[in-house]
């Protein structure tokens, strides 16, 4: 495990790429969803209409709580280098 005592901001800015990562990730998951829904205006199949109303996916809701969860430890680490919220 890196010492970040030695770059006290660099876990926070690791945290944000990390976050960055995260979302461009479920941006390009909504372009799958288009593509989806899309696929379902066009073929009107059963299967496609049922993937259609199942949105949004598995791979969303991991992806927008692994975000929720990131927002804790870069509150964490904000508070633990600038001090806690007055």
Same mark, same amino acid.
């Given at each position: &495990?890196?010492? #970040?005592?030695?770059?006290? /901001?660099?876990?926070? =800015?690791?945290?944000?790429? %990390?976050?960055? &990562?995260?979302? #461009?990730?479920?941006?390009? /998951?909504?372009?799958? =969803?288009?593509?989806?829904? %899309?696929?379902?205006?066009?073929?009107?199949?059963?299967?496609?209409?049922?993937?259609?109303?199942?949105?949004?996916?598995?791979?969303?809701?991991?992806?927008?709580?692994?975000?929720?969860?990131?927002?804790?430890?870069?509150?964490?680490?904000?508070?633990?280098?600038?001090?806690?919220?007055?």
């Amino acid at each position: &495990m890196h010492d #970040y005592d030695d770059e006290p /901001l660099q876990l926070i =800015y690791d945290l944000l790429s %990390e976050q960055q &990562m995260k979302f #461009y990730e479920l941006v390009e /998951l909504m372009g799958e =969803y288009r593509r989806m829904i %899309e696929d379902a205006a066009e073929t009107s199949t059963e299967n496609a209409v049922r993937v259609a109303r199942g949105l949004p996916g598995a791979k969303y809701h991991v992806g927008t709580e692994w975000i929720r969860q990131n927002w804790f430890k870069y509150n964490n680490e904000i508070n633990r280098v600038f001090g806690p919220a007055e």
